[in-house]
């Protein structure tokens, strides 16, 4: 193994690992701040460092503090103890765990040698996801019946019974876009996605599968227990479901677990469906062959994105009554200077790009760099359509569950699969 | 007597709404057009700024107790104990002593309120025959390190000020 080998293998794990750990903060706050946003409210946004509130990110500091110094209890009925304490790491590594199928950027060839941008940089690409996210039931199971407690088993049940029924529109719809890719590499799937429909159109998967993906994206939303499909949860009408016996930070896992489930199918859904890393009319080896023209792109639009929002910051981090000395204000004033230093360094990384020039190993890398600011960026936009429903749409009866499972999505994912070979046998 | 029965119209049944989809993609629209209209501007929010931006109190509104005075300063409160009699929360302990003056008999000479108990529901004010305690303090928060600060006495009850003037607290509106 070559040094070079080594620090992309590290880069790798280390991206796979934390990324989703890190898109906590920011999916627990999209949450809080969305919602509040949504229902005309403003969501937390008083916690905060030296004054510096981060638009409300510093409570989630503050929230991960409170959990951690909590008390950690066991209640006294558990019978099995162990059972009890795997149930929220099995659903946390899981969560984590299935998210390294996942290619955050295209194929990097680095003095010749070709890496997959992956965390574990395997062929088994989609069945490695479905193989894990299935696994990850078996914690809720496992907490609601360690729980020994009627509310808990109840939750339990339900996600026994809600995995049965979803595990197999979700499998079916994969099916179908199998047919159509040709593989099972999501490697290979996205790169699929980067050729043009009729010369003009990204062909992405919800472009040549809109029904596929519309089953996809229900049963993901199912497999990640997030509303209209937290039954399992159901506070409404089983307390807090599978975790009511837990506390501090035990709770802290299958609370993370939850948003790490929803950052990974978000990113397997972007990845199937809106082209993964993909730039829409941008393929890797345009990049690689014009690094001058996007470097210059890039040098243009980022002062100018950089401009909006520092107007934006300006508009909306003042307070809403009268005060004498806005303390907001200066705080607004010190974003801007961090975001224009920001852009200045940006700069002259990309002036570093612009000397390197075309076709070497920095344009590759430069490309790479895109792709994975891209693929990040559609992934937050995917978690926000999971706020988004789940601040729209109340929650689905236990029978409306299975009814839309067993007799809509199933019939409709083979009736997918039925008209996806055929178009695709009659074209070929 | 007949009962009134009124037949609600059930919903959800046209072909267009049990397609689910194009429902939740309108519901979908309303919901993201309150995120972006305060996303883009946060001064549209629908919220008071509390604690710098404090709520308007009306002098109905039911805040902490006070007890009254006539107008030469003596206390109204002859302990007749009708408010303790009819507290629901039994919080109001009241004793009555020796007078002294003309005016009437008795005077409390203690008249404790364990502001814990009190559920705020204003019966006592009602009960009152001497228009001696009123809730029109416009207090609305209470805030102590001890249990035992929440247990207010005669001197405290007779000292709090009301903000609004007696034909404001008649009339129940500014």
Known sequence: ?428 | MSIDIKTIERKGDTPQERVYLIEVFKGMAVTFGHFIRNFLDNSKLYIRHYPEVEPEITPRWRGRHRLTRHEDGTVKCVACFMCQTNCPAKCIMIEAGERGDDRTEKLPIRFDIDLLECIYCGYCVEACPMDAIRMDTGIYTLTGTARESFVIGLEELLRSESPFTDEEYKKGSK
């Open chain 1, 1 to 428: 193994m070559s040094l070079l080998d080594t620090v992309v293998t590290i880069f790798r794990v280390l991206f796979a690992a934390f990324i989703p750990v890190c898109f906590l903060a920011v999916l627990v706050w999209m949450e809080r701040r969305g919602c509040g946003f949504i229902q005309d409210r403003s969501g937390p946004n008083r916690a905060n460092i030296f004054g510096f509130r981060l638009a409300g990110i510093v409570q989630n500091l503050a929230d991960g503090l409170k959990l951690a110094f909590k008390e950690d209890v066991i209640p006294g009925h558990v019978k099995y103890k162990f059972y009890f304490v795997l149930a929220p790491v099995i659903v946390f590594t899981i969560a984590i765990v299935s998210f390294a199928a996942v290619p955050f950027a295209d194929a990097l060839i680095l003095e010749g040698k070709t890496y997959l941008m992956q965390g574990i940089p395997t062929d088994l690409g989609i069945l490695w996801f479905l193989a894990l996210v299935g696994f990850s039931v078996y914690g809720i199971i496992l907490a609601g019946w360690s729980s020994h407690n009627k509310y808990s088993m109840l939750g339990g049940l339900r996600a026994a019974a809600q995995v049965i029924s979803y595990e197999i529109p979700l499998g079916l719809a994969v099916i179908s876009l199998l047919i159509v890719y040709g593989t099972v590499n999501l490697t290979g799937i996205v790169q699929y996605q980067g050729q043009l429909l009729f010369g003009f159109i990204p062909m992405w998967g919800i472009v040549i599968q809109p029904l596929g993906a519309v089953i996809f994206i229900v049963a993901a939303f199912a497999e990640a227990n997030r509303i209209p499909f937290d039954l399992v949860e159901g506070e409404s009408e089983i307390v807090a479901g599978f975790h009511t016996e837990y506390s501090g930070m035990k709770f802290a896992m299958f609370f993370m677990g939850e948003y790490v489930a929803m950052f990974t199918s978000s990113a397997v859904i972007v990845t199937l469906f809106f082209g993964g890393f993909q730039i829409p009319w941008m393929s890797t080896a345009f990049m690689v062959e014009h690094t001058r023209l996007v470097v210059v792109l890039l040098m243009l639009l980022v002062p100018v994105f950089a401009y909006f929002f520092a107007g934006w910051i300006r508009k909306n981090n003042r307070s809403h009554f009268p005060r004498e000395n806005d303390p907001d204000l200066v705080e607004a004033k010190w974003y801007i200077r961090v975001l224009w230093v920001a852009v200045i360094l940006i700069e002259l990384v990309l002036l570093f790009f612009l000397i390197a020039g075309a076709g070497g190993a920095a344009a590759r890398i430069l490309a790479a760099s895109l792709q994975i600011t891209s693929f990040l960026v559609k992934v937050t936009f995917m978690c926000f359509v999971y706020v988004w429903v789940r601040w729209t749409l109340p929650r689905f009866r236990y029978d409306q569950l299975q009814k839309l499972g067993w007799q809509t999505l199933l019939p409709l994912s083979l009736l997918n699969i039925l008209i996806t070979s055929a178009v695709v046998v009659a074209l070929s």
